[in-house]
């Protein structure tokens, strides 16, 4: 079944790292808060928190996964943490998923990064990026565990 999944990560850090696993072609629909290409995050840097924020929510209508990318410097960014609540507010299923062994654009790896709390808080499980096969398997139990 394909799956609406929203795709939470630091984006100047890891946007390379991500590119290369979220245009799954079993996900339909891949959000990525909004960021859709590196035009719309500039336009985006200079928007207040509120626009920011409210953009994000857009990015989040018709999800039902939450895939928060964990790098080296995803931890403690206060858009991360408001995409995991709003996430959990909505009853999207959540899988926490380390990509610090992806190489940048540089073919440069990065050394593992702490979890982010609230996924600690909320005892969400998390998986290292190994191959689509897997990250779509951790889709899917997410979405069970959700309900949805």
């Not at 946007?15 to 290369?20: C, F, G, K």
């Not at 990509?99 to 909320?122: F, S, V, W």
């Amino acid at each position: 079944m394909a799956r609406h999944v929203f795709f939470s990560f630091h984006y100047q850090h890891d946007i390379w790292r991500v590119n290369q696993i979220r245009n799954l072609g079993e996900i339909v629909g891949c959000a990525t808060a909004g960021f859709r290409d590196a035009s719309l995050w500039e336009k985006q840097m200079h928007e207040n928190q509120a626009a920011i924020r409210k953009r994000i929510d857009e990015g989040l209508y018709g999800t039902s996964v939450t895939v928060i990318c964990i790098g080296a410097e995803t931890a403690g960014r206060t858009f991360i943490d408001y995409e995991i609540e709003q996430s959990i507010a909505r009853g999207n299923g959540l899988l926490g998923l380390r990509i610090h062994m992806l190489k940048n654009q540089y073919g440069k790896t990065d050394p593992p990064g702490p979890i982010p709390a609230r996924l600690i808080e909320a005892d969400v499980p998390i998986y290292d990026y190994t191959s689509h096969t897997k990250l779509k398997e951790y889709i899917e139990q997410a979405a069970r565990r959700a309900g949805r």
